[in-house]
C-alpha cells in the first residue's frame, strides 16, 4: 500500500532561499509566517480550542531538496561542521526516506484574509511554499521531556560553528 497525503496548507514565509534557512524552529524567533488553509480544511470550526495553545507542530513535506535528491543513509550535521557522518535517522536532515519534517513554532492566532484562513505562527524554519501535512498542539505534558539525552548533539553542545551563530537569537 502507498499511503498518500494531501497538504492541508502551504506556509508563507520570509524564507524564499533554501540557502537562508534557519536550521531549527526557533532560531529566528521573529520570523513571522502564515499557514494559508487549503480548502477543505479552511474552516474555524478545525481550530476549535486551538487558541488556548501558545506553540503548535506543523507536519510538512521537504518540497524543495528531498524529491530530487532523494533519501541518504548519511548525511553530515551541520553542528559537527560538516566533516563527520551520522545516520539519517540520527540527524534532521532532510533527506529523508518519506521527506517529512517536524516543526515546533508558536502559536499567533488564526485569522481570515484575502488569502483566506490562515494560521500565524512565529519562529518556523520553513522555505515559503512548504506544504503542511498537519498541525498538531504543542502539549508540555507529552512533549517537553525533561530526561532526555541527545546523542551526538550533547558532545557538541556549546561547540558553535560559523553558521549557528548566523541565526542566533
Same mark, same amino acid.
Given at each position: 500500500m502507498e499511503p498518500r497525503f494531501a497538504p492541508i496548507g502551504i506556509l508563507r514565509s520570509p524564507?524564499? @532561499?533554501r540557502f537562508g534557512i534557519p536550521?531549527?524552529? $526557533? #532560531?529566528?524567533?521573529?520570523? !513571522?509566517s502564515r #499557514?494559508?488553509? #487549503?480548502?477543505?480544511f479552511d474552516r474555524e470550526e478545525a481550530f476549535k480550542g486551538i487558541d488556548g495553545?501558545?506553540?503548535?507542530?506543523?507536519? %510538512? #513535506? %521537504?518540497? @524543495? @531538496?528531498?524529491?530530487?535528491?532523494?533519501?541518504?543513509?548519511?548525511? &553530515?550535521?551541520? &553542528?559537527?561542521? $560538516?566533516r563527520e557522518r551520522?545516520?539519517? %535517522?540520527?540527524?534532521?536532515?532532510?533527506? &529523508?526516506p518519506n521527506c517529512i519534517g517536524l516543526?515546533?513554532? !508558536?502559536?499567533?492566532?488564526? !485569522?481570515? $484574509?484575502p488569502e483566506g484562513l490562515f494560521l500565524r505562527v512565529r519562529g518556523a524554519d520553513l522555505l515559503d511554499g512548504t506544504p503542511v501535512l498537519d498541525i498538531k498542539p504543542y502539549v508540555r505534558d507529552f512533549d517537553d521531556q525533561t530526561e532526555i539525552r541527545c546523542g551526538w548533539l550533547d558532545d557538541v553542545? $556549546?561547540?558553535q560553528t560559523a553558521a549557528d551563530n548566523r541565526f542566533e537569537k
Open positions: 524564507f524564499t @532561499d536550521r531549527q524552529p $526557533g #532560531l529566528v524567533t521573529a520570523a !513571522e #499557514l494559508v488553509m #487549503l480548502p477543505p495553545f501558545s506553540h503548535v507542530w506543523l507536519i %510538512f #513535506l %521537504f518540497h @524543495d @531538496d528531498c524529491p530530487q535528491a532523494g533519501w541518504r543513509p548519511t548525511v &553530515r550535521p551541520p &553542528r559537527l561542521g $560538516g551520522m545516520g539519517v %535517522f540520527a540527524s534532521r536532515a532532510p533527506y &529523508r516543526s515546533a513554532v !508558536e502559536h499567533q492566532g488564526l !485569522e481570515r $484574509g553542545k $556549546g561547540k
